[in-house]
């Protein structure tokens, strides 16, 4: 399984099975998606900047969103559920963009994909740990995904990793200021005890066969910046 990082949350995960796309927001990837396809399209919450809906005078969330063209025939997956789709299995959990039941920012939902034998939860633009009633329905997990400097405190932001007990983790930067992602990124490494930030990858490709015995923190190119 190869993943890449858009910027933001927005991610591609291509495994044998198929291709899926999560947070593909054209305020990330463009209206048109530069070329990015997809046979499943995940979105986790709304556009933080969404395009006007042609038609409708108002903006789009996650139940309207705006696909960018490249992307509208990919299957569209924005609530939590379980599904399966071109052999694919998909679990969304629902979850919050805030401490406080989505009251302040609205609601979220972190999906689980099963590809190549890996399962890997994208968490979305999540505001809080989990709940074990949440750690119960992802389930076990090789690979987190999970943003930094976003709601999440840093110490908070590795208390949910070790929540899910992966081994691999994928460190994705979406606060708006460089400067401000770099501190918080520095406090999310002291807080899981890694001594020097790894170096930046253009993609992160795994097996079943290759994830660490070890808990592992990588940290991806933004191909939006590319």
Sequence with gaps: MEITWYGGTCIRLRGKEG???????PSIVGPTGRGLTADIVTYSHPDANPLPVRGK??????????????LEPAFKLDRPGEYEVHDVLVSGVRTFRDDDKGSQRGGNVSFVYELDGLHTV??????????????GEIGPVEVVVVPIGGQLAPARAAALVAQLDANLV???????????????????LHEMGVQQRPEPQAKLTVTISSVPQELTLVVLESKGKV
């Design 19 to 25: 291709v899926i796309a999560a947070d593909a927001y």
């Design 57 to 70: 005078g108002k903006q789009a969330g996650t139940e309207d969103v705006v696909r960018p063209t490249s």
């Design 122 to 135: 994208h968490l979305g633009d999540i505001g809080h740990t989990l709940t074990d009633a949440m750690i």
């Design 170 to 188: 994928v460190a994705i930067p979406i606060c708006e200021e460089e400067a401000a992602c770099d501190q918080e990124m520095a406090k999310f």
